[in-house]
Each structure stands twice: as C-alpha cells, then as structure tokens.
C-alpha cells in the first residue's frame, strides 16, 4: 500500500474516532441535561411536596442543626413551649430532643407555643429518628400539626357532655327518688312481682345515675374545671370507708378481703372524695374481674421517702400483656373482661388516673393474665397537691335544677 | 305544731317527692318554687329548717342565701341540688348552710334521715 494512501486511512479513521467521541460526548451531555433536570424537578417536586403539605415537616441533624424546615414548620416555629396548664414545657421533653438524645421515636406531646408574632398556638409535635448505613443516627424528622381549631372543637364537644350529663341528673333524681317511694310502699303497697319490677328500675336508674356522674367527672377534669382540695386524712379510715361501702359486693362474690394498712404517719394532706373515687374504682375493678372466691388484698405502706403507696391486688383475670399499654386510655376495656362484664363504661382509670396525675400523685401497675393484678398509688410526702377549681358551664345558665 | 320546714324547689316532681317525704315523717312542709317566693313567705313566718336547691328561676339558691345572710335570718339551711361543682359548693358552706346533697346521688330516705337528725322528733321541743 502507498504510504500517502495510509496516511489518509488514519486520519479517516481518527475523524471517524473523533466524531465517536464527539457523539458520545453529545449523547452523555445530553442524558446529564436530562439527569439534571430530573433533578432539579424531583428537588422542585420534593421542595413543593414539603412547602404544600398540610403539616409542618423539620429535619435537624444529629448535632442538633436544623437542616430542612418546611413552609408551616417556619410558620409554627415559636418563641415559648408551654404545657395546657401554662408551666413551660422542659426543653428536654420536646419529641425532637428526645429523639436526638436517646434515639429513639418521640410519640406526640401536646404543646402552646407562642410564636414570634406573639400568637398562641396549639401544637402537636412528634419525631423519628433516620440512622445511616452503619446504623449512626443522621437526623430526625419532626412533624408538627397545628391542632387549635381541633382543641376547641374537642372542648366544645367536652363542655356539650358536661352541659348534658348535668341535665341529664334531674329527671334521673326524680326516677330515683319515684321509685324508692314505690317501694316504700308511700303510693299503695306493692305486690311482690311490682316490687321486683319497680327494684329493677331503680337499679337500671342508679346505674344510670353513676354513668352520668363519671360522664361529668371525666368532663370536669378534660376542661381542667375541677378542684382538688387537701385536708388532712386518714388513709387507713379511707380504704376502711370505702372497704365497708362495697362489702356487700364483696360478700356476694364469696371473695376474701385482706386490709392491710400499715402507716407510721397515716394522716396525709388528701382530698377524700377524689382519692375515694380513685380507691373505691381500684376496688370495684378487682371485685368485678376477679372470680367468684378469688382473693383481694388492700392496703397502704410507708416509704422511705416520706410517700404513701397504696396497693389494691388481686388474684383474678388479670390484663392481657399486648393490652397493658392501653389500660388509661379513655374508653379502653380489655378483650378478656368485656364479655364477663357488660356494665363496665371504660371511663374509670382514664378517670382516676388524670385525677391523680393533675394532683402529683402516681399510678402503676403490676399484671399477668389469669394471675392477677396490683395497682400502686403514690401520695407524695407533701400529700395531694391544691389546685382551685375553675368556673365553665357550671355557671347556672341554660341550666335546670 | 310540728317542727316546720320550708323547701325551695322549681321542679314539680322532685318537689312533690321530698315535700310528701318530709311531710311523711311528720313535719310541716311549706313549699316555695324560687327564691323570690321563698322570701316572701319568711316575711311573716318562721322555720326550723329550710332546704333550697340552687338552680331556680327569678332567684336562684345562692342569691336567696346571700339574702338571707344579708337580711340576718338565721335559720339552718340545706342544699339539696344537682350541681356538684366545686365553687358552686363552696359558696354555699361559706354562706353558712348547714349540708349539701345531690340529689342524683342521694336516696331521699338519706335527706329524710338527716332532717330527723338534725331536727329531731318532728313534735319535740
């Protein structure tokens, strides 16, 4: 072959390369253009998705920088943190501090805050931790919803239940007070199926009567309306009081009752309705789920603290392990005792469990099904804590006697 | 003359109730249904005891014991009402009553039984 016609293969074949390349080049720029476009719209998709939602989203990194704050996170970012009852909220309790310092998933704390415009908020925060590949924690993404207008809608429908359960009472009392006449024999004397008759009313309207209390004492302590006034009492009297109260309940059942109060210093700062709402509950539960027969024992000891704990147990169905998280809830009742007994309303814990949580008291519990269960109140040392009532519906308006 | 009684009570059917229970155990019951009426009545008469609920039209039983107070009639009086709330309550003690019940959660034999308590045998001195 000519060394001239060589000479033009290679550079035939070079500008071939060279168109190759430049092809290459044309077709790598343009899937980057295309990669880059897709990023930039998926950030554009991801900045309008944060920016639209209808919640507040923030990402602080482990060091506690905040690396992506959403529209209405920006909107709620507040000035102060309080609780409902106006203490300030521990910044170390806040769902996204707990998440960054223990790493684990914050569930939903309730909050005020005020923010920088001065402006009251209601909020709900919760946090989730994300961990990296080595399983380091990277950040945590904190959602916020603004609950106000659900706050106030609650209310109202809490103050309606009040306002109800209240007009509820006077036609219940004439029920009462009617058919305890009847059976006094103060209209004619009754026949003996009309007595068995006119007692079965006046049961039916007594339970009637403690569902409608317990609606309007759960309503009182959701408004926050409620008092609770310390006198010094005797603990020991106060279980004797209420023991006595259900001793034909007890009796009936064929259960055997152990009282056990062991106090050096039994009389405590308490208010004696409220804790005998809490004893008599505690009671009532371990008389209805404990069979016939069973055991309960009841009692008070000394702490080293100065504190009285207060035990109710028993040896009856006990609470099923996959539901102890759920016991204070309102209207939880536990799958097992829901057929034994159909009259129970699941108001009673979530009752005194708020009554003893909003007075500095504490309640516990021990259980295992078919063994039984303990429940365990703490009276600090300084007793019950005084709180003044506040004044709602109970104004007299609208109201009948 | 029996030991007499008045009662302060709007609602009809739980007035009749208590006014034949009390009449029942032999004292003398005389009936007013407001506050306002209540006071006209003590006027020119006097009572061993009167029983007042506190939700009533024209006047109510706080407003009625704060009269009393102020017109210094020093009758014993007892709460017998539905309201169960605490400053409501409170009010009441600090006016000098000598008993709250609630009536939804009070038999009525218990309020008899509290009345003969307090006020002994109905012909007694």
Not at chain 1, 9 to 19: G, Q
Not at chain 1, 318 to 329: A, C, L
Not at chain 2, 9 to 38: P, T
Not at chain 2, 74 to 95: C, F, G, M, Q, R
Request: charge should be neutral; include cysteine.
């Amino acid at each position: 072959m000519e060394p001239h016609q060589n000479a033009s293969d290679n550079v035939d074949k070079w500008i071939k390369e060279k168109k190759s390349i430049e092809d290459q080049v044309e077709i790598q720029t343009k899937e980057l253009k295309e990669e880059q476009e897709k990023l930039l719209s998926s950030n554009r998709l991801m900045k309008g998705l944060l920016d639209n939602l209808p919640i507040g989203v923030f990402v602080m990194s482990a060091q506690g920088n905040p690396m992506i704050m959403n529209k209405i996170a920006k909107e709620l970012s507040g000035r102060t943190f309080e609780r409902e009852d106006g203490t300030p909220y521990p910044a170390e309790e806040l769902p996204v501090n707990v998440t960054i310092k223990q790493e684990i998933p914050a569930t939903r704390r309730d909050l005020i805050i005020t923010k920088v415009d001065g402006k009251k908020v209601r909020l709900a925060m919760l946090s989730n931790p994300v961990f990296d590949a080595q399983g380091k924690l990277e950040m945590a993404i904190v959602v916020l919803l603004d609950i106000t207008d659900e706050y106030f809608i609650d209310r109202a429908k809490t103050e309606f239940v009040s306002l109800a359960s209240h007009q509820l009472r006077t036609p219940l009392s004439a029920m009462n007070w009617y058919s305890e006449m009847l059976l006094k024999g103060y209209a004619d004397p009754l026949t003996k199926s009309q007595k068995n008759f006119v007692e079965e009313i006046y049961k039916s309207s007594q339970r009637m009567s403690d569902l409608v209390s317990t609606l309007l004492n759960v309503s009182r302590i959701e408004l926050g309306s409620f008092a609770v006034e310390p006198v010094q009492y005797d603990v020991c009297k106060l279980i004797n009081t209420i023991t006595e109260e259900l001793q034909l309940q007890i009796t009936e059942k064929k259960i055997t009752l152990v009282q056990n109060c062991k106090l050096t210093q039994p009389v405590v700062p308490l208010d004696p309705k409220l804790m005998g709402i809490v004893i008599e509950n505690l009671l009532t539960n371990s008389i209805k789920y404990t069979a016939a027969g069973g055991i309960i024992k009841i009692g008070a000891t000394s702490q080293k603290d100065g504190s009285v704990v207060l035990t109710v147990e028993d040896n009856g169905y006990g609470i099923p392990q996959s539901e102890q998280s759920k016991i204070f809830t309102k209207l939880y009742r536990g799958d097992n005792i829901k057929m034994l007994d159909t009259q129970g309303n699941g108001l009673g814990l979530y009752m005194i469990k708020s009554i003893l949580n909003s007075s500095g008291c504490d309640i516990w519990f021990e259980s295992a099904e078919n063994n039984g269960t303990v429940f365990f109140v703490k009276i600090p040392k300084k007793g019950m804590t005084r709180k003044a009532g506040k004044k709602h519906l109970s104004g007299m308006q609208g109201m009948q006697s | 003359m029996p030991k007499s009684i008045l009662l302060v009570e709007d609602n009809e059917a739980l007035l009749v109730a208590l006014s034949y229970s009390l009449s029942d155990a032999g004292y003398s019951v005389v009936e007013a249904r407001d506050g306002n009426i209540a006071l006209e009545i003590l006027k020119d008469k006097t009572f061993n005891l009167i029983i007042t609920d506190l939700v009533m039209p024209n006047k109510n039983g706080l407003e009625f014991l704060q009269e009393l107070a102020k017109l210094k009639i020093k009758t014993p009086a007892i709460v017998v009402s539905n309201v169960s709330s605490y400053e409501h309550k409170k009010i009441a003690w600090d006016l000098g009553i000598v008993n709250y019940f609630i009536k939804v959660e009070t038999p009525i034999k218990d309020i008899v039984e509290y009345v003969q308590k307090f006020l002994g045998d109905p012909n007694g001195k």
